[in-house]
């Protein structure tokens, strides 16, 4: 260090294996964040969830691998972006939760809500038929998680109004969707 010049922090070469881990999948840098909560101060979903933004990024950076990679709140967010619009750090911790959802299930761990299991039935839909039927799509989710009787009086009304059709539909293409779902798998990679 030069006389009379303060000491650089390089907020990149501090914290831990989580936080770099983090930055490879997504790009962005969890190290950036000051903890101003304007992203939690945003979001749609902060107000239910189990860990709002700010902290979720806080977690990171205190590398608390376990809590989060089974926190709720990775699998809760709508991925609608405010959190990264408003940051002043551009963290973006939409692209963080893509990151950690996809760490989670490789970690296989527990995941605390049930929208892994409906991403997961929905997916199957579009793989295979290219079309989700609906009523197909609510059996399938509850026999996978066990609400059978969750929102069940709402389905006289939507079978009423002809929004649970007995048969599904198909559509054409069905090797373009395999190699879709399997460039995805690569991380996008052709
Ligand atoms: S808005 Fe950005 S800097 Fe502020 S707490 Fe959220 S992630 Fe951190
Ligand atoms: S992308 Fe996720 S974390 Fe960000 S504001 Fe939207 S719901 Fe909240």
């Not at 389905?155 to 090797?175: E, I, N, R, W, Y």
């Amino acid at each position: 260090m030069t006389g009379g010049m303060a000491p650089s922090i390089e907020i990149e070469s501090i914290g831990g294996s989580l936080a770099g881990d983090v930055q490879a999948r997504s790009g962005t840098s969890p190290m950036s964040c000051f903890q101003c909560a304007k992203c939690s101060s945003g979001c749609p979903v902060a107000a239910r969830a189990d860990i709002k933004p700010h902290e979720l990024v806080r977690m990171v950076q205190m590398d608390q691998r376990e809590a989060v990679l089974s926190s709720r709140f990775i699998w809760e967010c709508t991925s609608c972006q405010t959190c990264a619009t408003r940051c002043p750090q551009n963290v973006s911790v939409a692209g963080m939760n893509d990151a950690l959802r996809a760490m989670s299930r490789a970690a296989a761990a527990p995941a605390p809500s049930t929208v892994p299991a409906f991403t997961e039935v929905f997916l199957d839909a579009v793989r295979n038929r290219g079309r989700v039927s609906e009523l197909a799509l609510m059996i399938r989710y509850k026999l996978r998680t066990g609400r059978f009787f969750e929102d069940a009086d709402k389905a006289p009304v939507m079978l009423k109004k002809g929004k649970l059709p007995l048969f599904g539909t198909q559509v054409g293409g069905k090797s373009e969707r395999k190699a879709l779902f399997a460039r995805a798998a690569k991380g996008g990679a052709k």
